[in-house]
């Protein structure tokens, strides 16, 4: 199991390269959007989720820490946060999330205390 934010549960159901672009995901209160992007590398595995018109097309950045579970059938992710606690997560950088270390400490941190 892994201790990081950054690291996939080990309950989760993720394999290795596995392709989650255009899976659905679930909060706990409901749908929040589509898996535009991921990544698997090792302490630095996330979604990107695409919120639509949810909240005006925004895109959140999601740790893989924050997934509950992935349902390979139905292609939906499971994370274990709530929609407004997405809603109100930092705002997604595309230009900082690849590379820098504050950004990451700052989606971490929020996260981190915001436990599902």
Known sequence: MSD?????????????????TGFT????????????????????????VDTGVWIF??????????IRSIEIDER??????????IKNSPEFDKDKHAG????HQQVEGYYGTHRG
């Open 25 to 48: 995901v679930e909060a706990v209160d409901g749908s929040i959007g589509k898996v535009d992007k991921h990544s698997d590398e090792v302490g630095s595995a996330y979604i990107v």
């Open 57 to 66: 097309g925004k895109h959140v950045l999601l740790p893989a820490g924050t």
């Open 4 to 20: 990081s934010m950054w690291g996939y549960p080990e309950t989760a159901g993720h394999l290795a390269d596995m392709d989650l």
């Open 76 to 85: 939906k992710v499971y994370v274990s946060r709530t929609k407004d606690e």
């Open 100 to 103: 820098d270390l504050s950004y």
